[in-house]
């Protein structure tokens, strides 16, 4: 990375890097904008922004995965519009530092990143937090702050109206285990998963073009439904204050498609608390039935899945050792997450390469979720020649 650094910006002298992970969500989806509850992981997939001061009153950002070079200067970037880029992240990230109070100085910045797009393992979200860290250059901000700072980024200028999760657990994320994190108080606890469980990640290596307009679309549905309900319970703030037994009671008078998105949100966080507990008592069965329980109330009632990952869950359920699998992620392509024995890793990976290239024609990428810390300052140079 250093080698790029120097070849196109001609030196490297006083360069810093910052790193933000990946994440997959092991359960808890489409909760987290409902202000319920998610159990992420961080990923020791990663984004990495390499950065030095520029003396041109620009700000250069050149991406190594697109051999791409994008420049402004600092003076335009709060006039920006989007662009429908992948830049689009950075400078929504710039905009909303420079509203916080933060000075945007003239930089030169170089993204690397082993997250894959559109892999639903939250490539936007690294490369908000990482860039937010490089614009930052060490002032002091709050997590939880940069956080929300990076997620009013895809809210204002990307226009996507994702919930906190995402960039929470890139920040926040911890090695050696998952995070439950209260989507309304913003607080978190650790979560130790089985070591006689391991999880991957499998790419469907699509992103169907619905996917950007559907995730709108089921907020908007949320929103509505909570109005709904609200006519029968005037105290709940969202669709995690209506208990499933009140749910039941009022859903003959919701219209269908609005009880069946209410139904997955209201049983999704009762889900992501049963799995916490079952992976207390290293029920294995109990935490995979619940994974294939969530794919089924995504693909059924919430309606966001897709015919490749409903391949790969029912495919991965046929494979021995493995305990259970859901989409992951917003939807209508990216990845599956798989429950499994340790021991059945490498049978799994090399049947479902072969399942699903027979069937889509596609080679699926498999990764380890091996959880990670969050994001920060890289000062070991080799960590950075590791990643690619």
Partial sequence: ???????????????????????????????????????????????????????????????????????????????????????DYPVGVARELIRAGFAVKPANL????????????????????????????????????????????????????????????????????????????FTH????????????????????????????????????AMDHLRQHYPSAASLRDVSLEEFIEAAPSLPDLLARRARHVITENRRVARFVEAASRVDLQEMGMLLVDSHRSL???????????????DTALTIDGVCGARMTGGGFGGSAVVMLQPNAAPDFESRMIAAYRERFGLTPQVYPCRPSSGAGEVTNFETIAAAG
Wanted: glycine letters at 6%; proline letters at 4%; a negative charge.
């Fill in 1 to 87: 990375m250093l080698d790029v650094f120097r070849r196109i910006y001609g030196s490297a002298d006083g360069i810093r890097v910052f790193r933000a992970p990946g994440r997959v969500n092991l359960i808890g989806e489409h909760t987290d904008y409902n202000l319920g509850f998610v159990l992420p992981v961080a990923l020791q997939l990663a984004t990495y922004v390499a950065t030095t001061p520029s003396s041109d009153a620009r700000l250069h950002i050149y991406s190594e995965h697109k051999q791409q070079m994008r420049e402004w200067t600092i003076a335009a970037i709060p006039f920006l519009e989007r662009e429908h880029d992948w830049t």
């Fill in 189 to 224: 606890r650790p979560v130790y998963l089985p070591e006689s469980a391991a999880f991957v990640a499998v790419n469907s290596m699509v992103k169907h073009a619905l996917a950007a307009s559907a995730y709108k679309d089921r907020v908007k549905e949320c929103i509505t």
């Fill in 299 to 313: 693909q059924h009632d919430y309606e966001v899945s897709c015919a490749e990952l409903d391949f790969l869950v």
């Fill in 110 to 185: 170089l993204v690397r990143s082993t997250v894959p797009e559109g892999s639903g393992l939250s490539s936007s979200a690294a490369l908000e937090v990482s860039c937010a860290l490089a614009l930052l250059q060490g002032r002091r901000i709050g997590r939880l702050e940069l956080a929300q700072l990076c997620q009013r980024a895809e809210h204002n200028f990307v226009g996507i109206p994702c919930g906190i999760m995402d960039q929470y657990v890139s920040i926040f994320g911890q090695a050696h285990s998952a995070i439950e994190l209260d989507c309304r108080s």
